[in-house]
């Protein structure tokens, strides 16, 4: 990629209320729109928000309607709400569907006119010159989403709901918070689940035909804090959560500046077959994806025994074999290597087996695969995750 895009700023080591109460009094905020979902409502996390507005004396107005997989027409409903409120800033708190929701909504209220399908790299919003600016506050530690240019909502084509991948450098947050008490609570099966989500997004970034020295050095330094801190965060410890929260953003960010890869062009029409959570699809994906790239290109090899070597210090016996550390280290979390152990069942994914590989083959994340495989290739490698 020619360019690399950032968050202008990334909050960490702060708490919620000092970090986002100086950046409402950077961007010289008025009135703020807080957008999120009901679960997050009610169980009072997005009270410490509306908090740090209050005692700024901020009017807001909360959009908590955003549904798990948000559909296209999120954002038609985010901008009405702002056209009549006028915020000049929008706060997401949430996962990558609230903040996806966000970026999709501040497009359609600045340019009422624009059909959100057409969000690309290629077309010039004019977001960056204007208000209201966006910033994120990540709950769980997966996504990156506060981090990247992408969007992702599910579009209803021909009566079926298909998962679409959109972007654009101008919807990358103004600002994201990283506040580990956001994710304290966090269940382990999804702190694992996420984590492993932000663990492929490093590995699929450091080896994707878009790879460039910035988008790998935060992908090495994503996957070491994985590594190293993951499985203590799973237990609890405080000081490993807040890594992994700064870790899945790193990681966000390496592939929002080179793309991903066949994993995630995998996981997307798979969990959609299976139902099942994107961290896991993609996590049981990953490895069976990195063997293939491995065997199929020298540089991708290459690549990645660096990494393990980088990682050797976490992985044991110190390996150069990135996938064997990476199945050794899913054992540990817990974490299923094959779909069977994931409770799927047989036929089940038989379906997903057929349907699977010509839809990977036209999800966006396969532009940056190093090695585009055949639909029979994705086939058998399905039947292996069995
Ligand atoms: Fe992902």
């Given at each position: 990629?020619?360019?690399?895009?950032?968050?202008?700023?990334?909050?960490?080591?702060?708490?919620?209320?000092?970090?986002?109460?100086?950046?409402?009094?950077?961007?010289?905020?008025?009135?703020?729109?807080?957008?999120?979902?009901?679960?997050?409502?009610?169980?009072?996390?997005?009270?410490?928000?509306?908090?740090?507005?209050?005692?700024?004396?901020?009017?807001?107005?909360?959009?908590?309607?955003?549904?798990?997989?948000?559909?296209?027409?999120?954002?038609?409903?985010?901008?009405?709400?702002?056209?009549?409120?006028?915020?000049?800033?929008?706060?997401?708190?949430?996962?990558?569907?609230?903040?996806?929701?966000?970026?999709?909504?501040?497009?359609?209220?600045?340019?009422?006119?624009y059909n959100v399908r057409d969000v690309s790299?290629?077309?010039?919003?004019?977001?960056?010159?204007?208000?209201?600016?966006?910033?994120?506050?990540?709950?769980?530690?997966?996504?990156?989403?506060?981090?990247?240019?992408?969007?992702?909502?599910?579009?209803?084509?021909?009566?079926?709901?298909?998962?679409?991948?959109?972007?654009?450098p101008e919807v990358v947050p103004y600002a994201?918070?990283?506040?580990?008490?956001?994710?304290?609570?966090?269940?382990?099966?999804?702190?694992?689940?996420?984590?492993?989500?932000?663990?492929?997004?490093?590995?699929?970034?450091?080896?994707?035909?878009?790879?460039?020295?910035?988008?790998?050095?935060?992908?090495?330094?994503?996957?070491?804090?994985?590594?190293?801190?993951?499985?203590?965060?799973?237990?609890?410890?405080?000081?490993?959560?807040?890594?992994?929260?700064?870790?899945?953003?790193?990681?966000?960010?390496?592939?929002?500046?080179?793309?991903?890869?066949?994993?995630?062009?995998?996981?997307?029409?798979?969990?959609?077959?299976?139902?099942?959570?994107?961290?896991?699809?993609?996590?049981?994906?990953?490895?069976?994806?990195?063997?293939?790239?491995?065997?199929?290109?020298?540089?991708?090899?290459?690549?990645?025994?660096?990494?393990?070597?980088?990682?050797?210090?976490?992985?044991?016996?110190?390996?150069?074999?990135?996938?064997?550390?990476?199945?050794?280290?899913?054992?540990?979390?817990?974490?299923?290597?094959?779909?069977?152990?994931?409770?799927?069942?047989?036929?089940?994914?038989?379906?997903?087996?057929?349907?699977?590989?010509?839809?990977?083959?036209?999800?966006?994340?396969?532009?940056?695969?190093?090695?585009?495989?055949?639909?029979?290739?994705?086939?058998?490698?399905?039947?292996?995750?069995?």
């Amino acid at each position: 990629m020619p360019e690399a895009v950032l968050p202008r700023r990334i909050v960490f080591n702060e708490s919620l209320a000092d970090s986002l109460s100086s950046l409402i009094a950077t961007i010289g905020s008025s009135k703020a729109l807080v957008i999120t979902d009901e679960t997050l409502n009610r169980i009072g996390l997005v009270k410490k928000v509306l908090a740090v507005l209050e005692e700024a004396e901020i009017p807001f107005k909360v959009f908590d309607k955003v549904p798990p997989e948000p559909p296209i027409s999120v954002a038609d409903e985010i901008a009405s709400i702002a056209s009549e409120f006028n915020p000049d800033v929008f706060i997401a708190v949430g996962g990558g569907s609230v903040i996806d929701a966000a970026k999709a909504g501040l497009v359609k209220h600045v340019r009422p006119e624009y059909n959100v399908r057409d969000v690309s790299p290629f077309e010039v919003i004019g977001l960056e010159v204007r208000k209201p600016v966006l910033i994120a506050i990540p709950t769980t530690s997966g996504t990156g989403s506060d981090a990247t240019l992408g969007v992702v909502l599910t579009d209803t084509v021909d009566g079926d709901k298909i998962k679409i991948a959109l972007g654009s450098p101008e919807v990358v947050p103004y600002a994201t918070i990283l506040d580990p008490e956001m994710v304290k609570n966090l269940p382990s099966n999804l702190r694992i689940a996420t984590g492993i989500d932000a663990l492929s997004h490093a590995m699929e970034a450091y080896v994707s035909n878009q790879a460039n020295p910035l988008s790998d050095a935060l992908a090495e330094k994503a996957a070491t804090l994985i590594f190293q801190y993951l499985p203590r965060a799973v237990k609890g410890d405080e000081d490993a959560i807040s890594k992994m929260h700064i870790a899945a953003t790193l990681a966000g960010a390496a592939f929002s500046n080179s793309g991903l890869g066949m994993a995630h062009a995998i996981a997307h029409p798979l969990g959609s077959v299976l139902g099942t959570h994107h961290g896991l699809t993609v996590g049981v994906v990953l490895p069976y994806v990195m063997e293939y790239n491995i065997s199929q290109s020298d540089e991708v090899a290459g690549k990645y025994t660096k990494l393990a070597r980088i990682l050797s210090v976490y992985i044991n016996g110190g390996s150069e074999n990135i996938v064997q550390a990476v199945r050794e280290f899913y054992r540990n979390l817990g974490f299923p290597t094959r779909f069977r152990d994931a409770g799927i069942s047989k036929e089940k994914y038989s379906e997903a087996v057929d349907k699977v590989p010509f839809l990977a083959l036209q999800d966006a994340d396969i532009v940056f695969a190093p090695v585009v495989p055949s639909p029979e290739e994705i086939k058998s490698l399905l039947e292996n995750m069995y």
